[in-house]
């Protein structure tokens, strides 16, 4: 609202340059470390449907689909049915030491 109009002629425009580079033998250990790490694992496969059983019948139906394009045309039509996993199976990495002193509560 009112910071636009009041800085819209003062303020430049902005420019980004995006540079896309190889990461050093280091830093890709440092990534790869990190993406294996549970927490992680927790967050990046917490939207995707539970396995666990009770999503069976969506799975026996999604392994009928031939193609790539029936296979996320399905998901689509049919997320609002799936339970992911973060409602069913996963749950916060607590700490099992978490009442002692200087323990955080997540591990």
């Known amino acids: 609202g009112t ?10 425009t902005k420019d980004e340059l995006v540079y896309f580079c190889e ?5 890709k250990r440092i990534y790869e470390h990190l993406m294996e790490q549970p ?3 927790l967050l990046r496969y917490s939207k995707t449907p539970c396995d666990c059983g009770v999503n069976r019948d969506f799975f026996l139906a999604y392994k009928k689909m031939k193609t790539q394009k029936e296979r ?3 998901q689509r ?3 609002d ?4 996993r973060k409602e069913c199976c996963y749950t916060i990495p607590v700490n099992p030491r ?3 002193p200087g ?3 997540i591990d």
């Open 3 to 12: 910071k636009k109009i009041v800085l819209k002629d003062d303020l430049k």
């Open 23 to 27: 990461l050093t033998d280091v830093q």
């Open 39 to 41: 927490d992680f694992k």
């Open 72 to 74: 996320i045309d399905f």
């Open 77 to 79: 039509r049919h997320k």
């Open 81 to 84: 049915e799936v339970i992911s």
């Open 98 to 100: 978490r009442k002692e």
């Open 103 to 105: 323990q955080p509560l």
